[in-house]
């Protein structure tokens, strides 16, 4: 069975600020679907982050963000993402 666990609020923040860059809320509101689409797919492979978690920070509604289907629906795993602590 697969571990169902979430992510708190301020690791996933770090985490999606990470992945998209120089993006912020404001901007990805302005993307083209395709665009929109391929950012949410990104984002909805990271382990742990949940379609909830992505609508809220992204700003995207979750119908949105629930919508941008992932064709292979993989998850890649949290190290991934993480910075290391030093």
Not at 24 to 37: D, F, M, N, T
Not at 49 to 70: C, E, H, W
């Amino acid at each position: 069975m697969e571990d169902k666990s979430r992510l708190s609020a301020e690791k996933a923040k770090q985490i999606i600020k990470n992945t998209l860059g120089d993006y912020i809320a404001s901007q990805l509101q302005s993307l083209g679907k395709e665009e929109r689409v391929r950012f949410l797919r990104q984002l909805k492979r990271i382990e742990g982050l949940s379609i909830r978690q992505i609508a809220t920070i992204t700003g995207f509604t979750f119908n949105v963000a629930a919508k941008a289907q992932d064709r292979y629906k993989r998850t890649v795993p949290l190290y991934c993402f993480i910075e290391p602590e030093i």
